[in-house]
């Protein structure tokens, strides 16, 4: 440990082939930052007391364990050598065994022994920093002495195998000998009146190794409070005192007082320090909630004056900040409740248009054309327009009634916060008869036939390309895209998706329309043509492909289904200014 830091990499900076290595040593970084809290956090600094929390989250790998992982592996004969090394943990030690050795000997091997009770999320966390996984069965949170447990076990085969090496974090001295060396030198530096030190138990690493320095080299008075679990309650990484007190390393002469602290206090405890600034996870929420249990008892005994170290005539304690919240999001809600987190506004729309967008899929007239037609169309696939209000090559399918319709986009009640009733007109009459009720000529699958003296109307492109309007039959039988099926719908709001009473609308009506229509099932045809959405907004044709490509993924296959960005008007516009479509008049004699 050196003995100053003030001319320790000032800048913190890491260069050079060992960077990495210089990176991790705690040697070669400033101390850790050392926060006081603020009164929000603190009710006992009304009676002199001030509390600091002490950021072991701000090390390299961002955990507590990563001090005891390290002096673990370099004190290690065999961890450099060994093929694998195993640890029975779930969690931050070998996550920071896993990095630590591959930031210093570019190590791979690294097998985490997890109990099949942890959560997926938490083992996604193991895997994303390339550690392997071994699951084993029965208790969770085993006995470090057990013969028959998981650390016999490795221990057994690490004795065995001279490939394996097993660090066993829980009787390994390395461990609490790496927060003696390092840990509470940087607290006796920044802060040399401290009087109390508080800290979660897991291993019992940290808080023996650093309370034992501090008693020994500031204060022999100084007061070490251990917390655990409450047994049947545990909060990820403390264990509780029974699960702890078989420990062998030297804690009976270091721990003055235990706590034990409920697992819903804890995170609690965490979030609110999170909320303001100090970001941590549910073990220091535990320190903190314990320590101020402890505090509390210590002022209604009348024994704060005996804790204070100064002349100031406060009484400074610290707890450790162990470690992060981010994986245990599920645990927050589970042990809170949606009560304690602020409400989610319009969470109707988590029901709906969950599917991505893609800007591009969303085609420029230009693109359109070369979706249908390929860069070298032929001459009569110029002719891409039908505009007659009578019967053509194209199809019209059945729409769904104004009344399905309005059961199928009605929200749950309050799902729309307080977006203002009425924001959405409602369908109007004319909407309910837009709908064509005749049978549909043909199957939205297939291509249109055209009658022989117009054999071109069927378009090269239909083989290929399948077009499917989703503009009212009104609009529809004004001109559309040869060979284009209709599937209408209502007139959407304009610019919807500002609205998001609009957006649950229009993704209930059109999913309830394309399952009517029978557009939402895979078919193998479907594998090989393009699909590409005409619409009258240019908004509905984005959310029309975001749900068919969506469909298609769900499947496993890959549809592809594009929109005419702008709607029907920027792309017949487009197409009469170059030409295509001019003066034809498909199905007419």
């Known amino acids: ?163 394996v090496c097993y660090l066993g974090q829980y009787d390994n001295d390395a461990n609490w000998q790496s927060h003696f060396s390092h840990t509470a030198p940087q607290l006796a530096l920044q802060l040399p009146h401290l009087s109390v030190l508080c800290s979660t138990i897991g291993t019992g690493g940290c808080i023996t190794g650093t309370g034992r320095y501090l008693k020994s080299h500031l204060s022999p008075s100084i007061k070490v409070v251990g917390v655990c679990n409450v047994f049947g309650d545990p909060t990820p990484g403390p264990r509780h005192f029974p699960g702890f007190e078989s420990s062998p390393f030297p804690w009976r002469e270091t721990i003055d007082k235990f706590v034990s602290v409920k697992s819903e206090d804890a995170f609690r405890m965490s979030m609110k320090l999170s909320r303001h600034g100090i970001i941590c996870g549910p073990s220091s929420g535990e320190a903190l909630y314990g320590l101020l249990e402890w505090l509390g008892n210590e002022r209604d005994d009348e024994r704060l004056e005996e804790l204070k170290r100064d002349e100031s005539g406060e009484v400074h304690c610290v707890f450790l900040c162990a470690d992060l919240p981010y994986q245990y999001m599920e645990l927050y809600y ?25 800007e591009r899929w969303f085609l420029t007239p230009e693109q359109t054309v070369e979706v249908l037609i390929g860069e070298e169309g032929k001459v009569h696939d110029r002719e891409m327009l039908c505009m007659v209000p009578s019967s053509c090559a194209c199809t019209t399918l059945p729409g769904l009634s104004t009344t399905t319709i309005r059961q199928q986009q009605q929200p749950a009640e309050g799902m729309f916060g307080d977006c203002s009733p009425g924001a959405v007109s409602d369908i109007s009459e004319s909407g309910s008869t837009i709908f064509s009720t005749a049978s549909p000529s043909s199957s939205v699958y297939s291509v249109a036939t055209a009658s022989s003296a117009d054999s071109h109307a069927v378009s090269s492109w239909a083989l290929k390309v399948k077009v499917i309007d ?120």
């Open 1 to 163: 440990m050196a003995a100053t830091y003030q001319n320790l990499n000032p800048l913190n900076v890491f260069t050079g082939p060992d960077s990495l290595s210089k990176y991790f040593d705690p040697e070669q970084n400033p101390p850790l930052p050392l926060v006081e809290l603020p009164e929000a956090l603190n009710p006992f600094r009304k009676n002199g007391v001030r509390i600091y929390a002490k950021m072991l989250t701000a090390l390299p790998a961002q955990n507590v364990k990563s001090l005891p992982a390290l002096e673990m592996l370099k004190t290690s004969p065999k961890a450099r050598t060994a093929k694998r090394i195993v640890e029975a943990s779930s969690g931050s030690t070998v996550l920071s065994m896993g990095v630590i050795g591959r930031a210093l000997w570019g190590h791979e091997g690294v097998e985490a022994w997890v109990t099949n009770k942890k959560t997926r999320e938490s083992l996604r966390v193991l895997r994303f920093f390339g550690v392997g996984i071994s699951l084993y069965g029965g208790l969770a949170q085993q006995e470090p002495s057990d013969p028959k447990g998981i650390m016999a076990r490795l221990r057994s085969k690490a004795r065995d195998d001279g490939d």
């Open 470 to 589: 989703i503009r009212p039959r009104s609009e529809f039988v004004k001109s559309h895209l040869r060979n284009a099926v209709n599937i209408p719908l209502p007139v959407a709001k304009e610019d919807f998706y500002g609205d998001p009473e609009a957006v649950y609308q229009r993704w209930k009506e059109m999913n309830a329309a394309f399952k009517e229509a029978g557009v939402l099932g895979h078919r193998e045809e479907d594998d090989e043509r393009q699909t590409v959405v005409v619409c009258l907004d240019g908004d509905s044709g984005k959310m029309a492909a975001s749900m068919l490509r969506g469909v298609s993924k769900k499947v496993g296959k890959k549809r592809e289904v594009f929109c005419a960005d702008g709607g029907w008007g920027v792309l017949e516009g487009w197409l009469r200014r170059r030409g295509y479509g001019d003066d034809v008049w498909v199905g007419v004699d």
């Open 334 to 358: 589970a042990k809170l409740g949606e009560g304690e987190f602020p409400g989610i506004r319009n969470q109707c729309l988590l029901e709906v248009d969950q599917d991505p967008y893609d």
